[in-house]
C-alpha cells in the first residue's frame, strides 16, 4: 500500500496533540479475499474512569488533477472503512484527514457539505507545513 505525501506529517501532528500510534498501517479482515488498511490507528488516554478514545485515520492530499474524484475515493473508503469498523472494532471512530488548504477551499463547496453531512463524515483537518491538527469535526 503506498502511503499518502502526508503520511508523516499527519502521524507527527496527532503524535503532537497526544496520540499514541498503535498502527500504521492498521489492517482489517473482512474475510479471506478482503482485506483493508486504514493508514494509521491511535488511542488517546482520557480519564481514568473513561479508558481511552481510539480513532482510525484515512489520510488524502487532494493533489490529483480532479477534486471530485479524490473525493469519491475518500468518500468510499471512508464508508467501507466506517463499515468494517463496525462489525470489527465498534469503539473505533474512523476520520477523513485532509489538509486545511483543502478544507478551506473545495470542501466548503454546497454539494460537498451536504455529502459529508449526510454520510456523517468525521474530519481531521491538519496543516502539513506546521505539522498540526487545524480543527477536529464531528
Known amino acids: 500500500m503506498a502511503k ?3 503520511h508523516q506529517q499527519v502521524k507527527n501532528a496527532l503524535i503532537k496533540d497526544g496520540w499514541n500510534i498503535t498502527h500504521d498501517p492498521f489492517t482489517i479482515r473482512i ?3 478482503i482485506k483493508l488498511q486504514i493508514d494509521l490507528a491511535a488511542e488517546n488516554a482520557i480519564a481514568a ?5 481510539k480513532i482510525a ?3 488524502k492530499s487532494f493533489i490529483a488533477d480532479s477534486d ?3 473525493f469519491h475515493t475518500a468518500l468510499g473508503q471512508y464508508l467501507n472503512y466506517c463499515q468494517a469498523l463496525e462489525e ?3 469503539d473505533r471512530i474512523v476520520y477523513l484527514a485532509i489538509p486545511v488548504e483543502t478544507y478551506q477551499d473545495f ?10 453531512k449526510r ?3 468525521k474530519l481531521i483537518i491538519f496543516n502539513p507545513e506546521l505539522e498540526v491538527i487545524s480543527e477536529w469535526i464531528n
Open 88 to 90: 470489527q472494532e465498534a
Open 57 to 59: 485515520v484515512e489520510i
Open 4 to 6: 499518502d505525501i502526508f
Open 49 to 53: 474512569e473513561r479508558g481511552s478514545e
Open 107 to 116: 470542501f466548503q463547496l454546497p454539494f460537498i457539505q451536504r455529502s459529508l
Open 68 to 70: 471530485i474524484s479524490s
Open 31 to 33: 474475510s479471506e479475499a
Open 119 to 121: 454520510y456523517q463524515v
